[in-house]
Each structure stands twice: as structure tokens, then as C-alpha cells.
């Protein structure tokens, strides 16, 4: 029973991530590579990498293109930062210390072993079925923008300097994405940690 009631208030809380409704209309819905924030690089340059033209093929998926694209950023950053971070700092524990794992590089493996790995994976898994399903159902429905979870909390006030915001977390997140396959790399082929050389 007290299991049951838990269950029912953990998805009673689920609604509180629920993306923000935005209605638009069905023309909008239908974007193209032009209307997207992200068409110039950090110079201003105009800047549409698209070689398999993938914005025309499949024109009616660039707003899922888009949110995949802005939610590996995000993870590449988190990433990136995890990365750096676990060369100098640890979580408590035996199973965590710099002795059972000397290299950042080793603890996927390391992990897998001893089952912290597992749980990583079952709580990512529930995320995506109870956030991210939905989300990208009102992403194709036109109710959300790509990227958008509704959360507001340090959103700048200024129309333009939000915008500016969104350009610098795209382009830091490609960015990211690139740094993260380099960190790897250098860290399986020199067997250091950070600055990785």
C-alpha cells in the first residue's frame, strides 16, 4: 500500500516538468533550416552545415533535429565539465576513491562492475519515458519550442539578451560535443588526466 501511494505521488509530481503550453499556428510548425537560431557561427558568419539535406528531406523533423541537437549540448557540457572535474575531486566512498579508479577514463568500466551503472541507466531511462516522451510529442504537435522545459528561473528579462543566451548555449554545446570525443581520445592515448597531454 505505502508503495502504491509513493508511486502515485512521484507521478503527481511528474506534472510539475511538464513543458510549458505555447500554441502556434500549423504553418510554424513546419520550419525550415533559415528560421532556426543557429544558422551563423560565433563570428556572424552565416554558418548552415547540412551536407545530407536532411532540413528538406526530413523538414518536418528539424524541430526534433534541433531539440536532439540542444539536448547532446547540454549533456556534452555536463560532460565535459565531469570530465575535468573527477580529475581533481571524488565522491565519498571506497567504490569512488582514486585508488579503486586512478583514471576518470576507467570508471565507466570500473562502475559497470560494481553496479552504480545500472542505476545511472534506470533512473536516465525514467527520465525519457515520463519527461522526455511527452515533450517531444508537443514539440511535434507546435505546443513547445525545441529546447524549451518551461524552466524559467534565470531567464533574462531583455527579449534580445535571452536570445543571445540561446545562441551562446547552442554554440557552446557543439563545442562541447567536439571537446568531449577530443577528452576522450587524448585520455585513452596519452593514459593521463587532465590537461590530457
Same mark, same amino acid.
Given at each position: ?9 512521484? +507521478? ?21 533550416? *533559415? *528560421?532556426? =537560431? !543557429? ?6 558568419? =552565416? ?6 539535406? +536532411?532540413? %528538406?528531406?526530413?523538414? #518536418?523533423?528539424? #524541430?526534433?533535429?534541433?531539440?536532439? %541537437? ?5 549533456? /556534452? ?7 575535468? /572535474?573527477? *580529475?581533481?575531486?571524488? +565522491?565519498?566512498? @571506497?567504490?569512488?576513491?582514486? @585508488?579503486?579508479? #586512478? ?29 522526455? /516522451?511527452?515533450?517531444?510529442?508537443? +514539440?511535434? @504537435?507546435?505546443?513547445? =519550442? #525545441? $529546447?524549451?522545459? !518551461? ?17 551562446? =548555449?547552442?554554440?557552446? $554545446? ?6 568531449? $570525443? ?8 596519452? !593514459? ?6
Amino acid at each position: 500500500m505505502k508503495s502504491a501511494v509513493a508511486l502515485l505521488l512521484s +507521478l503527481a509530481t511528474v506534472s510539475a516538468f511538464a513543458p510549458a503550453s505555447v500554441s502556434r499556428p500549423a504553418s510554424q510548425i513546419q520550419a525550415t533550416m *533559415d *528560421d532556426m =537560431e !543557429g544558422s551563423y557561427d560565433f563570428r556572424g558568419a =552565416e554558418f548552415k552545415f547540412d551536407p545530407l539535406k +536532411l532540413s %528538406e528531406t526530413y523538414s #518536418p523533423f528539424l #524541430p526534433f533535429f534541433r531539440e536532439a %541537437e540542444i539536448r547532446h549540448g547540454r549533456t /556534452a557540457m555536463l560532460a565535459v565539465m565531469g570530465f575535468i /572535474a573527477t *580529475d581533481f575531486v571524488r +565522491l565519498p566512498g @571506497e567504490m569512488y576513491s582514486f @585508488e579503486a579508479i #586512478p583514471k576518470t577514463i576507467d570508471a565507466h568500466d570500473a562502475l559497470l562492475k560494481t553496479g552504480p551503472m545500472y542505476q545511472l541507466l534506470l533512473w536516465i531511462g525514467l527520465f525519457d519515458l515520463l519527461i522526455t /516522451a511527452p515533450a517531444i510529442q508537443a +514539440l511535434g @504537435e507546435g505546443e513547445r =519550442e #525545441p $529546447g524549451d522545459f !518551461g524552466w524559467y528561473a534565470f531567464k533574462p528579462t531583455d527579449e534580445a539578451t535571452f536570445e543571445k543566451k540561446k545562441m551562446s =548555449e547552442l554554440l557552446n $554545446g557543439r563545442l562541447a560535443m567536439c571537446a568531449v $570525443g577530443g577528452i576522450a581520445t587524448q585520455s585513452i592515448i596519452t !593514459g593521463h588526466g587532465f590537461p590530457y597531454i
